[in-house]
């Protein structure tokens, strides 16, 4: 049966598919052979020299050198590095909390996606795909799921941050906590005090020193 059918057959609905590889390919830490099986959370590290790609149903995915991609079926998991991706079946690539998608599923959308440096770069080939940006809070995720919504028109390129929605942003060049301790009511009453017991001592002292006993 392996020998008749087609290779890209093999490929089901289960969420199985067939990587290819030109040398150089990692699943799951073990070389593979040129033609393996993949399955549903199955880790593919390229290596410098190697490349890739996936055969699904109604997919195809090219893994570029130096990519780290976990396989989840409809998505791929995009640890780092870039790939490319010709699906006509919805396909989805996730960064992080950041996920890019076609804008309109059943018809072929092509696009490419680089993670890189902490920045993802989209590009729509052919069609568009959308960037979702959800945020790392619970509620605020639920609330607006798509409020980060970007959409990228085909011969479009766009870029964006790696870091979920929302994300805390400390300011550069300051250390981490001083201001917000120094800006506390605790901080400010002893500031406050010590400023007035240095005055008192160099306003209300006379010549011979203070005693609790003396009026």
Known sequence: MMAILPVSLLADDNGRAMLHSSGGVLVNRNAVPATSALFPDDLIETQKNGAAWIDGTGSRVDINPETVVQYEGDELVLEHGSLSVDTSRGMRVRVGCVTVSPVNSAERTVY????????????????????????????????????????????????REEKCGGAEIKESGRLAG????????????????????????????GDDPISPWRP
Request: positive net charge.
């Open 112 to 159: 490419d996606v680089i993670d890189m440096d902490g920045k993802i770069t989209v590009s729509a080939l052919k069609n568009e795909a959308y960037i979702d940006a959800r945020s790392n809070r619970p509620q605020q995720a639920k609330q607006s799921e798509h409020s980060g919504r970007t959409i990228v028109r085909e011969s479009e390129q766009k870029s």
């Open 178 to 205: 001083r201001g917000a301790i120094m800006d506390s009511p605790w901080a400010k009453g002893a500031g406050l005090a010590g400023i007035g017991g240095l005055l008192c001592l160099a306003l209300c002292r």
